[in-house]
């Protein structure tokens, strides 16, 4: 009897070598990401709701020590008046005796005569009175160290409650750097009972390496109570490079004409362009992002 022998199994055919190198093959996901440029500000959020004075006219006070970045925020709210055409319906004043920045960029800045601290006063006292007549639009533009606003205060703390009676929102607008120094004047204002709805604690990244270098500040017992009683914490964009702002000071151009790379009519400087045009682009892009939660506190909405 034959035995049955069992039939070999052939073997796998080994994979040829082009499958082996095309086999598809698959990975697990991997998260990956680089750094953002800039970190985002963390800004304190308003305790109460922001009061809207959308119906009313508006005046900001630009409130602040000397180099805290008040004329560079004036600068940007009374070329976004011009580029919209409302300038010629808005009171622009300075009141350092000192500094005369500002009435180089712009005409028709209401200025004292002179230095003598008398004048400033003067001067306040008549435009609170046209303002609260006229409904009119404002941005005035307050000097480190100038008691102007501080001997107004003092005769009448309630102006703004009046102006507000005539029809205009009064802004109180500090512009605070680093130095806890400059809460001085809103520890003063604030303690004589000089306290608008509409208070803004403007910290400029232009005099700051970072946000964190304002934690002091940001620590104090006068700037949280501001924040309690309902003020609104607003992080200004720094204008950068260096050297593009001081070009544009040197050049005396307002930040809408830098942004359409156009100088005032007449004039025979260069206007700034290209890439540093693009920086200031970004500017006011930051600065509109920046004051968007106040929007209805802005003289052209």
């Not at 930040?255 to 206007?271: A, C, N």
Request: glycine share 8%.
């Amino acid at each position: 009897m034959s035995i049955l022998k069992p039939t070999p199994t052939k073997p796998d055919a080994l994979p040829s070598l082009a499958s082996m190198f095309n086999r598809e093959q698959v990975f697990e996901q991997v998260d990956v990401s680089l750094p953002p440029l800039r970190g985002r500000a963390a800004v304190v959020q308003p305790v109460r709701p922001v009061v809207d004075l959308s119906a009313m006219a508006r005046t900001w006070l630009l409130i602040g020590r000397g180099g805290s970045g008040k004329t560079t925020l004036a600068r940007w709210l009374a070329g976004s008046l011009e580029d919209r055409n409302m300038l010629g319906r808005t009171l622009i004043a300075a009141f350092d005796p000192m500094n005369r920045t500002l009435g180089h960029f712009f005409d028709g800045v209401q200025q004292p005569e002179s230095r003598e601290p008398g004048e400033s006063a003067a001067l306040l006292r008549t435009m609170v009175e046209f303002a609260g007549a006229n409904r009119a639009n404002g941005v005035w533009d307050f000097g480190g160290g100038d008691l102007a606003l501080a001997s107004l205060i003092d005769l009448d703390r309630a102006f703004d409650q009046r102006l507000a009676e005539q029809g205009v929102g009064v802004v109180a607008c500090y512009v605070l750097s680093p130095s806890v120094d400059d809460l001085g004047v809103l520890a003063s204002f604030e303690q004589r009972g000089f306290q608008p709805k509409a208070t803004a604690l403007v910290l400029n990244m232009g005099r700051a390496g970072g946000l964190g270098e304002f934690a002091a500040l940001r620590a104090q017992a006068s700037y949280k109570s501001a924040l309690a009683r309902g003020a609104v914490e607003i992080v200004m964009p720094k204008l950068e490079p260096l050297e593009v702002a001081l070009e544009i000071e040197r050049k005396r151009l307002p930040f809408h004409l830098v942004r359409d790379e156009t100088v005032k009519p007449g004039s025979k400087e260069q206007p700034i362009q290209g890439l540093n045009a693009m920086m200031v682009r970004r500017f006011l892009e930051g600065m509109d992002e920046a004051f968007a939660p106040v929007a209805s506190w802005l003289p052209w909405t």
